[in-house]
């Protein structure tokens, strides 16, 4: 492998020349990794990682389709798209194509914030309204006007709520106001936003928009019930409002069935927005909001031009064109649907298995285990979940966590992910809860029958530790981060149930 430094001067010369507030993963003891292929990522020891994180690496790292046709078009031409050129429109017909109808007007850009960033001023100017309605715990991107509409960040920061932005509860039935055993929690939910909708009125606030990703990720993997968006929709846009979806992470097949996660809602449900991103280039920045042809001549009539100078540059497009291609060639959509289908029902075999183990929710290859301390108060089991992601790093699995306990494992690989990685990484996962398990007490077999009186101890004390540090975590941390970057606190704590 060629490196420039060895991992020791790359941590320094981090520390000293990039941004404090820019963590990387498992940042007690972090991977350098140097290279990538297909859903294995390698480390500069040669060292093979299973990649079940990265969703942005959609048909797989460094696929030689996509290279080959980055290549291709920069050996040729690349420029901004105020030039005409065939690429940026025949990606734009290949995207609407996927899309209902009435969705045939695209923007591109360059990340999914600057997307979520365009699909509020649209819906901002063609409505007259200011007024955002969010999710609880969502997150929409880095740019201050979108960090405004994330509960995500500006919960966990100093910034306090702006006047113009209303928080709706997320539609999780396993752990939200209303639960799956509520008779209708999708009109629930809906009320909800109906009754933001209302009392905004009653201020002199009108809405502009209702924004959502089609399933919340770093809320935690949450799968909105079946006609919670229709509900929303009718609400919103009898306020004169605009449904915005947001598939940055969850589009392109992910869902396996449909191409985009907004159609499992329903044909009936059609959004007047769509943003998406990161998997439109499998790594290469490229992102794109796609809208009606009445929201698009509201926007123009601004006066205002929309000009950005690399979205829907040459390269971008050859390289999203060559992705569709893939996507179809491989057939990875329904690859997405039957290695999905084939690891939610391993998972739940484990769910039946293990104690800490409290929800498997997902479809396709977008999964989240919800991981709990008491199934009946379904509390969550946040110090166990850092520890196994920890634990699968060792055993060469990349997973991380989040929700808003940060107890929910994330499953979102490359769409070339295969039974055979499933099976490898479920495994994994199974001996890993199995030690912890024993250690913290949460197995209902008896531990001592199975153990001498000397590794019992040891348990014990794991136990002990372990619910030290827990107590710890459950507090609210700044210095505590997300999606796998955590404090020494959890390599320790690694360490401990080493049994």
Not at 101 to 112: A, D, I, P, Q, R
Not at 198 to 206: K, L, N, P, T, V
Not at 364 to 381: C, E, M, N, S, Y
Request: hydrophobic share 35%; net charge negative; glycine share 8%.
């Amino acid at each position: 492998m060629c490196e420039l430094y060895s991992k020791r001067d790359t941590l320094a010369l981090r520390g000293k020349h990039i941004g404090p507030s820019c963590k990387v993963f498992f940042a007690s003891d972090p991977i350098k990794i140097v290279r990538a292929q297909r859903q294995y990522m390698f480390d500069e020891n040669g060292e093979q990682y299973l990649d079940c994180i990265n969703n942005v690496a959609h048909v797989g790292h460094c696929h030689p389709e996509v290279v080959k046709a980055a290549l291709k078009q920069m050996e040729l031409l690349n420029t901004n798209s105020r030039f005409l050129h065939d690429n940026i429109v025949e990606y734009a017909k290949r995207l609407s194509a996927t899309l209902p109808e009435k969705l045939s007007v695209c923007y591109f850009t360059n990340s999914g914030s600057e997307a979520n960033d365009l699909a509020l001023r649209l819906a901002q100017q063609f409505t007259g309204h200011q007024d955002v309605i969010t999710l609880d715990h969502a997150y929409h991107g880095h740019l201050s006007s979108l960090i405004e509409i994330s509960p995500y960040k500006f919960l966990k920061g100093k910034d306090v709520k702006k006047e113009f932005v209303h928080v709706a509860p997320t539609p999780d039935t396993y752990r939200g106001k209303y639960k799956e055993d509520h008779e209708d929690p999708a009109s629930a939910y809906a009320d909800e936003v109906k009754e933001i909708i209302e009392d905004a009125q009653s201020s002199g606030r009108m809405i502009a928009a209702f924004i959502a990703e089609s399933m919340q990720s770093c809320g935690g993997q949450i799968i909105p019930p079946a006609g919670y968006f229709q509900k929303v929709a009718e609400y919103v846009h009898g306020a004169g409002g605009v449904f915005i979806a947001d598939e940055v992470q969850v589009g392109f097949g992910r869902v396996g069935k449909h191409f985009w996660s907004f159609q499992m809602h329903g044909e009936d449900f059609v959004p007047d927005i769509v943003t998406m991103g990161k998997s439109m280039g499998n790594g290469h920045p490229v992102a794109c909001v796609v809208t009606t042809k009445e929201i698009a001549e509201a926007f123009s009539s601004s006066g205002m031009e929309y000009f950005n100078t690399y979205a829907g540059n040459p390269v971008s497009c050859a390289v999203g064109l060559a992705v569709l291609d893939v996507i179809e060639k491989e057939d990875l959509q329904e690859n997405a649907s039957r290695v999905g289908n084939f690891l939610t029902e391993l998972l739940k075999k484990q769910k039946a298995k293990h104690t800490l183990i409290g929800d498997i929710r997902g479809i396709g290859l977008f999964i989240g285990i919800d991981l709990v301390k008491d199934h009946q108060k379904r509390t969550p089991a946040t110090a166990e979940a850092q520890h196994i992601i920890y634990k699968m790093k060792e055993k060469r699995v990349l997973l991380s966590a989040d929700g808003p306990h940060r107890n929910v494992l994330k499953i979102k690989p490359p769409m070339c992910f295969t039974e055979e990685d499933a099976k490898f990484m479920v495994d994994q996962l199974d001996g890993i809860l199995t030690v912890l398990e024993e250690a913290t007490g949460t197995k209902t077999e008896s531990v001592t029958s199975e153990n001498t009186p000397c590794k019992t101890k040891m348990l014990k004390e794991a136990h002990v530790e372990l619910l030290r540090d827990s107590t710890t975590d459950s507090k609210e941390n700044p210095s505590t981060k997300r999606n796998g970057m955590y404090t020494d606190t959890h390599a320790l704590l690694s360490k401990r149930l080493k049994t």
